[in-house]
């Protein structure tokens, strides 16, 4: 079991975010399902009998979504970094999580559900820790024009004229 496990606040789209994240990435699956009770210390914010909260696991991450009201929503302040090997699986989790939600910049997303998401290619890192700065400057300016980040535009940049 990790440690520590992100806990999701939902107005009532705990179970249908959780469906949805679980179809995206490999690896993944609800590994269960607590629901509101009628008894107690209070049914909560939902129906009695609704779901309370969801687990579940993305490519072997735990999280929890809670059907909590709506009190709270999502900000950019937090948001899930998911680094990628291909511009296949950047292209195929970016049409998938965009999907009803809206694109940003630099390779961040907010999905329908109003959650931030970056979609990061393992290469940036290698790219923006280069030793010439020159290099660097030209991989940030790079990125910063784009919205879906482009490994091969990156590459490209980091090579620089000629």
Known sequence: MQRITPFLWFDTEAEEAARFYVGIFENSEVTNIARYADTGPG???GPAGGVMTVSFR???QEF???NGGPSFKFTEAVSF???CDT???ID???SALTDGGEEVQCGWLKDRYGLSW???P???GDLMSDPDPEKTQRVMQAMLGMVKLDIAALQHAAAGPG
């Open 43 to 45: 049914p909560g914010p």
């Open 58 to 60: 993305l490519d072997g």
């Open 64 to 66: 929890v979504a809670l």
């Open 81 to 83: 970094v998911v680094h």
């Open 87 to 89: 511009q296949e699986e």
């Open 92 to 94: 195929r989790l970016w």
């Open 118 to 120: 970056q979609i990061v």
């Open 122 to 124: 393992n290469a940036l």
